[in-house]
């Protein structure tokens, strides 16, 4: 199996911030690689695949790079909104592996 | 719009089976690249990738649950069935079921999940 490590396992922020999160994958992935948010309660939201290709309607503060084994989510401008847990999800091959996320904290 | 939503039971007892249904619209599952997986998040965890099958029948198993595990779908109802054999205590987790695109195995519609706990 491709583990998925993701770092750091929390951070704290401030409205305006940029924040980065990194996921690391055991082998590597090429850049099948997605990312996801999630609030408290609710369901995970698509935000990113191939490593870097937004999903439709997902604000252009994010943004995602990396190829391989190394992957960064970057929020540049943080928003109230975007307090949450992130997980990255490798889908180069099955079992289709998730890091244990990151939470977004305000600082 | 894709729209997905989990139904079954709320409580099993430990040894019962757990089946799920997931009732989709906005979508064929018989359309080329289509899928569907479970995910699933025990409280305060992170998500599990369980199950996946394909819009041609193919179908993938966590390697650590296979066993346990059984993925079936009937387009005509445009639903898919998760049944989980012999439950424990450790598979108390909220379960999502969700659409998988044909660009690939990630995961762009969500249901809102359902909380399955165990206990007798």
């Known amino acids: 199996d491709i583990q998925m490590t993701q770092s750091p396992s929390s951070l704290s922020a401030s409205v305006g911030d940029r924040v980065t999160i990194t996921c690391r994958a055991s082998q590597g992935i090429s850049n099948y690689l997605a990312w996801y948010q999630q609030k408290p309660g609710r369901a995970p939201k698509f935000l990113i695949y191939a490593a870097s290709t937004l999903q439709s309607g997902v604000p252009s503060r994010f943004s995602g790079s990396g190829s391989g084994t190394d992957f960064t989510l970057t929020i540049s401008n943080v928003q109230p909104e975007d307090f949450s847990v992130y997980y990255c999800?490798?889908?180069?091959?099955?079992?289709?592996?998730f890091g244990q996320g990151t939470k977004l904290e305000i600082k | 719009q894709i729209t997905l939503k989990e139904s079954g039971p709320t409580l099993v007892k430990p040894t019962q089976t757990l089946t799920l249904t997931c009732t989709f619209s906005?979508?064929?599952?018989?359309?080329?690249?289509?899928?569907v997986g479970w995910i699933r998040q025990p409280p305060g965890k992170a998500l599990e990738w369980l199950a996946l099958i394909f819009w041609d029948g193919d179908k993938r198993y966590s390697p650590s649950l296979q066993s346990r595990l059984t993925i079936t779908k009937d387009t005509s109802k445009n639903q898919v069935v998760l049944t989980m054999i012999n439950m424990d205590p450790v598979d108390t987790a909220t379960y999502y079921c969700?659409?998988?695109?044909?660009?690939?195995?990630?995961?762009?519609?969500w249901g809102q999940g359902t909380l399955v706990t165990v206990s007798s």
């Open positions: 969700a659409h998988r695109p044909p660009t690939g195995t990630f995961f762009d519609f």
């Open positions: 999800q490798q889908y180069y091959s099955a079992p289709y592996t």
């Open positions: 906005g979508f064929s599952l018989s359309a080329n690249g289509m899928g």
